[in-house]
């Protein structure tokens, strides 16, 4: 599975992006899919993920209410809706796919998307 991962870019405080994770490749309606960010500086870390069926969601708890995955398997691509963004969800953020994850932390994940910078000015 070869993952990519766009939709990044400045906003300001309280505004709003959509990040996509467009897969290829193996089958990717079988995958867990996770939202990962890294600011400098700092260790990645989890944001949300989506079961492979899309029944099952989990979110940090510093960005529930504000952020909503989704995946559409039809077009093999997941969904980072950010609202209400703040500065300090600046940061790289990655997407990535595996079948036997741990929750809430970047583990048992077997691809990895390249990042795509999201950067909120206050």
């Known amino acids: 599975v070869q993952l990519q991962a766009s939709g990044g870019g400045l906003v300001q405080a309280g505004g709003s992006l959509r990040l996509s994770c467009a897969a290829s490749?193996?089958?990717?309606?079988?995958?867990?899919v996770g939202w990962f960010r890294q600011a400098p500086g700092k260790e990645r870390e989890f944001v949300a993920l989506?079961?492979?069926?899309?029944?099952?969601?989990y979110y940090q708890d510093s960005v529930k209410g504000r952020f909503t995955i989704s995946k559409d398997n039809t077009k093999s691509t997941v969904y980072l809706q950010m609202n209400s963004l703040k500065p300090e969800d600046t940061a790289v953020y990655y997407c990535?796919?595996?079948?036997?994850?741990?929750?809430?932390?970047?583990?048992?994940?077997?691809?990895w998307g390249q990042g795509t910078q999201v950067t909120v000015s206050s």
């Open positions: 990535a796919a595996g079948k036997y994850v741990v929750p809430y932390a970047p583990v048992g994940y077997e691809y």
């Open positions: 490749g193996r089958t990717f309606s079988s995958y867990v």
């Open positions: 989506i079961s492979w069926s899309g029944g099952s969601t």
